[in-house]
Each structure stands twice: as structure tokens, then as C-alpha cells.
């Protein structure tokens, strides 16, 4: 630092500006595309978070919400530039509710390649059973 | 760490502006500023990020679930181009609720810059990342000169 600085005019520090920009980048999440299916056992999703490692994926579940979260890791050489850039953060999250028909002690998920695949499935009770219709 | 290839120091910036490009290009069909001969949509698949040092240029395409036998590149001079599919397998006993995914085939045309060397190139896939390293020439490199 130097010693005499009017503090009018002053800079902001070089602490202030990165702790600035770590609050910017930190409020772009980006919402993985998801699809998701019914069938008579449970639902799935399925969400492409591509860069994201098994170390790096967070999903936790309780009765009411699934969130799934995951930073992005990629090699890249040191003092990189940006020449071009599509993907505004590392940072996935995205939040679905759960209905009470679901199990979400028993979620199975996968990942593999970018792509999670989460298997929630129904209470036994619930699936549905054919009701066959007497005639007569 | 990523702060360099994710946020630049203009993309807040440009954010706003692309935002507002694309809803130009919904109302009007095309932005009323000049646009790169080959950019495309925002939100065309695969989406990328491109960065670069003195040595090297690197393109990252955020593509998860491929096979990388489906990909192909080819680079001519400094245009590098990517195609490839990806096939989303329907479970035809079940109701959809969201696809959002996307399925089939895609291709992405990159104009590189010019001092790239096409003879050095490797491409790597991992984790859903396809990451292609292009070396740049070594008279373009910036050197260090003495002054005597």
C-alpha cells in the first residue's frame, strides 16, 4: 500500500474488486436441462450437467424437495483469456418438489458422462393397479 | 480459478447485450447490429467456451452423454468444426413431463484465431466436456527482447 493516497480518488483494492466479482459469478447458477418421466414405478429424471464430477455432485433429498447441485471442474492451462464464452458459470443447482407419493429415502442416482440419472420411485401403494371392469 | 474463462471481464456486460439480442431476435428475427457470420442462436447445442494463452487455444463444448465415436472434427487453417449426435432414448411406457434435453444432431463451425497451427491439435472427452487444445504457432508467441 502506499503511504499517502488521497481517499477520494482511491481504487478500489484489489481485494474489494475480486471479492466483488466472486459475489457476481456466484449469483449466475445455471439450471441443468432436465427431462423427466412417469412410469408405474417411480419417476425419473434425467439432467445434463456436463463438467460436473461424482466428487463435485451434491443431490440431497428430503420429503418435500430434490435439489441437485454440482461444480464444474475442467483442466485449463493457468492465466487463460476468454475469447468466447456461451457458459456464464461453474455452478449448476436446480430444485424440483417432491409429491408424498414418493420415496425419497430410495433414490438411486447415476452419473455418467455429464449426465445424472436419478430414479425416485413410488410407495407400493400407490402404483397403480389395472381395475378390471365386470360386465353383466 | 475459472473466473478467467467463465466471466471475462466484459460478459456481464455482454450478458445484458446478448439478452437483449435475443429478444430482438425473437421480435424482429435478427439483431439490428452486425452479428459474426457464423455465430449462432443462444442456446444452440453444444454450448462452448473458448479460451486462449500465448501458447495454446482451447475450445470447451459442454456436451454430456455422448459417444465420442459419434464426433467429428476437422480443422482447416484456423476454422475448426465439430459435429456429432446424440441420441436421448424414449421409454415409450412412460409420460413425459419435461424434455428439455437435447436430441439428435448438431454441428458448431469455430473461428479460431489466425495464428493457430492445424497440425497440433488433441481433443479430449470427460465428463460430458469435449476439450480440443490447438498449439499457435511459435512466431506468433509473444518474445522477450533485450535491449543492449
Redesign the interface.
Known amino acids: 500500500m502506499a503511504d499517502k493516497q488521497d481517499v477520494a480518488t482511491r481504487e478500489p483494492s484489489e481485494v474489494q474488486r475480486r471479492s466483488r466479482?466472486k459475489a457476481?459469478?456466484e449469483e449466475?447458477v445455471l439450471a441443468p436441462?432436465?427431462?423427466?418421466?412417469?412410469?408405474?414405478h417411480g419417476i425419473?429424471v434425467?439432467a445434463?450437467?456436463?463438467?460436473?464430477?461424482k466428487e463435485r455432485l451434491n443431490v440431497h433429498a428430503d420429503r418435500h424437495s430434490l435439489v441437485i447441485e454440482g461444480d464444474?471442474?475442467?483442466?485449463?492451462?493457468?492465466?487463460?483469456?476468454?475469447?468466447?464464452?456461451?457458459?456464464?458459470?461453474?455452478r449448476y443447482r436446480r430444485t424440483f418438489v417432491l409429491s408424498s407419493e414418493l420415496e425419497p429415502d430410495r433414490i438411486e442416482a447415476n452419473l455418467?458422462?455429464?449426465?445424472l440419472t436419478m430414479r425416485i420411485p413410488k410407495r407400493a401403494e400407490f402404483r397403480p393397479r389395472k381395475i378390471e371392469v365386470r360386465t353383466g | 480459478m475459472f473466473g478467467s474463462l467463465f466471466s471475462s471481464f466484459d460478459t456481464h456486460l455482454f450478458d445484458g447485450l446478448r439478452r437483449a439480442e435475443d429478444d430482438m431476435d425473437q421480435v424482429f428475427g435478427s439483431a439490428p447490429w452486425p452479428a459474426g457470420i457464423r455465430s449462432v442462436r443462444r442456446g444452440t447445442f453444444p454450448p462452448i467456451n473458448v479460451g486462449s494463452t500465448p501458447e495454446q487455444v482451447d475450445v470447451y463444448m459442454f456436451a454430456a452423454g455422448l459417444d465420442p465415436k459419434s464426433l467429428e472434427l476437422s480443422i482447416q487453417e484456423n476454422l475448426l468444426s465439430v459435429s456429432g449426435s446424440r441420441k436421448i432414448e424414449v421409454n415409450e411406457d412412460a409420460e413425459y413431463y419435461r424434455r428439455e434435453r437435447f436430441d439428435g444432431d448438431f454441428r458448431r463451425v469455430i473461428s479460431l484465431p489466425d495464428d493457430v497451427d492445424p497440425e497440433r491439435v488433441e481433443a479430449r472427452y470427460r465428463d460430458g466436456v469435449l476439450q480440443i487444445t490447438v498449439q499457435r504457432r511459435e512466431s506468433a508467441r509473444p518474445r522477450q527482447i533485450v535491449v543492449n
Not at chain 1, 445434463?48 to 464430477?53: A, C, E, H
Not at chain 1, 471442474?73 to 457458459?87: F, G, K, N, Q, T
Open positions: 466479482e457476481r459469478e449466475v436441462s432436465v427431462d423427466i418421466f412417469e412410469d408405474r425419473t434425467q445434463d450437467m456436463p463438467g460436473v464430477s464444474v471442474a475442467i483442466d485449463m492451462p493457468s492465466a487463460m483469456e476468454a475469447l468466447y464464452a456461451d457458459v456464464h458459470s461453474t455418467k458422462d455429464g449426465v
